[in-house]
């Protein structure tokens, strides 16, 4: 079993940035990949970005490209997600999710296996 914590949501305003963190633990954690989505009122749950866990590679939606980095601390089994230039659309609950089998990366919420609890990002315009 692996547990997921997401942490760092809040209010800010337009153009200003923010760090989200998701702290895993449970069961010897060496997932293929982890990801970070979103999910406005409304919408479904959208892919943001995700990290493969062996080869380091990133993958990002063309809607945070060049404003969002997911990265990660091994030592602490944390993967972030830092978001600059937040736009009013980027309003939303965002989650982390861990992949525990291959293949290696995927941006579909149905091939994630372990989920956190959210945490809210609103930027106000």
């Known amino acids: 079993q692996v547990q997921l914590v997401e942490s760092g949501g809040g209010l800010v305003q337009a153009g200003t940035s923010l760090r989200l963190s998701c702290a895993a633990s449970g069961r010897t954690f060496s997932p293929y990949a982890m990801g970070w989505f979103r999910q406005a009122p409304g919408k479904e749950r959208e892919f943001v970005a995700a990290f493969t866990w062996s080869g380091r590679s990133t993958y990002y939606a063309d809607s945070v490209k060049g404003r969002f980095t997911i990265s990660r601390d091994n030592a602490k089994n944390t993967v972030y997600l830092q978001m600059n230039s937040l736009k009013p659309e980027d309003t939303a609950v965002y989650y982390c999710?861990?992949?525990?089998?291959?293949?290696?990366?995927?941006?579909?919420?149905?091939?994630?296996?372990?989920w956190g609890q959210g945490t809210q990002v609103t930027v106000s315009s």
């Open positions: 999710a861990s992949k525990m089998t291959p293949p290696l990366y995927s941006p579909y919420v149905g091939a994630y296996d372990y």
